[in-house]
């Protein structure tokens, strides 16, 4: 694989979704039986989607902010979109279609939201928040969810960790035996064992850690990586993790070494996944929201969602399962 070194030098190696451009671009996967990229605009409150070939995406807007979403399936049958709005999580039947709620997050909807999440083998929608004061800084009381909608008579919404400001970067190894997750602002990813059930249980431990900003870094500067956001497993399990802040990607192995680093163009990637019609895609939402007008002049890429071939199979996305 290719390692490169600067968001310029990696701007002739990725391709652009063509009308793509988010404010806060999060949450892609690649819906195998549509053959079609999902994906959310957190800040421009909206679901976005797109079929490769096509020359626009898609786009639909939210009552509020989306934090995340699964494809869903019913009686084994596909069923729409789960998506987490700001506290409460949906069911669409098809898109466009009508939100129905079918949980509520237990948190204060006026400093959380829900961000980073995704499903595991067992059909649960797991959702982490971040904290948004309007005012200070954000501090570690957000927390990670699990929704289990398999038994509409018994829907349950459980923490399951907690302790972070900004929950990102969640996965699972292919065999279910680790979940990873990671808090941006430490600059730190943490794996756990998982029981049977998929749920974490012990201490966790440091899977990856990462330099802090330099005080006073500022975008075009070196000395700083970036900090871990959202991320994906592939079949080898290995770990993909987008550092925002770090213009970049990084593969790294089961053993928490780096294995590649691609360099973007953009300035704050995301998100990964992996798809496409050979499974082989890399696929890469990024943020513009927030970010100096000089940086965005400099990356015009940055908040669109960002594709090239790596050769690395893909795990399939994780369907929720909705019970009837």
Not at 54 to 80: F, K, L
Not at 176 to 199: F, K, L, N
Not at 247 to 265: C, D, H, K, T
Request: proline fraction near 7%.
């Amino acid at each position: 694989m290719n390692h490169l070194s600067s968001p310029r030098a990696a701007s002739d190696s990725w391709s652009a979704v063509p009308g793509s451009l988010c404010q806060l671009g999060e949450s892609p996967f690649w819906h195998p039986v549509e053959q079609r990229l999902y994906w959310v605009d957190i800040a421009g409150r909206a679901l976005l989607r797109w079929v490769p070939g096509d020359a626009r995406v898609e786009r639909w807007e939210m009552p509020s902010e989306p934090g995340c979403i699964a494809p869903a399936r019913m009686a084994g049958v596909a069923s729409g979109l789960v998506v987490a709005l700001r506290d409460r999580i949906c069911h669409a039947d098809e898109w466009g279609g009508a939100l129905r709620e079918v949980a509520r997050l237990p948190i204060d909807a006026s400093t959380q939201r829900a961000n980073d999440g995704k499903c595991d083998a067992l059909g649960r929608f797991w959702v982490g928040t971040v904290h948004e004061p309007v005012s200070g800084a954000r501090q570690p009381v957000a927390g990670l969810y699990c929704v289990d909608l398999r038994d509409a008579a018994d829907v349950s919404v459980r923490l399951m960790l907690d302790g972070v400001a900004t929950a990102n970067g969640l996965a699972w190894s292919p065999d279910g035996a680790r979940m990873y997750w990671s808090d941006t602002p430490q600059h730190a990813i943490r794996v756990w064992d998982c029981d049977a059930q998929r749920e974490p249980v012990g201490d966790a431990r440091v899977f990856h850690a990462f330099a802090a900003k330099p005080a006073g870094w500022q975008p075009g500067m070196a000395g700083y990586g970036g900090r871990p956001d959202g991320a994906v497993v592939d079949a080898a399990g290995n770990y993909w993790c987008a550092m925002y802040e770090g213009a970049r990607v990084l593969q790294l192995s089961p053993q928490g070494s780096v294995i590649a680093e691609f360099a973007m163009p953009v300035q704050c990637p995301t998100m990964p996944c992996l798809g496409g019609a050979e499974g082989d895609t890399l696929f890469v939402t990024s943020a513009s929201h927030g970010r100096a007008a000089q940086e965005l002049a400099n990356l015009p890429a940055s908040g669109q969602v960002l594709h090239r071939v790596v050769g690395v199979a893909s795990l399939p996305v994780r369907w929720c399962t909705l019970g009837v």
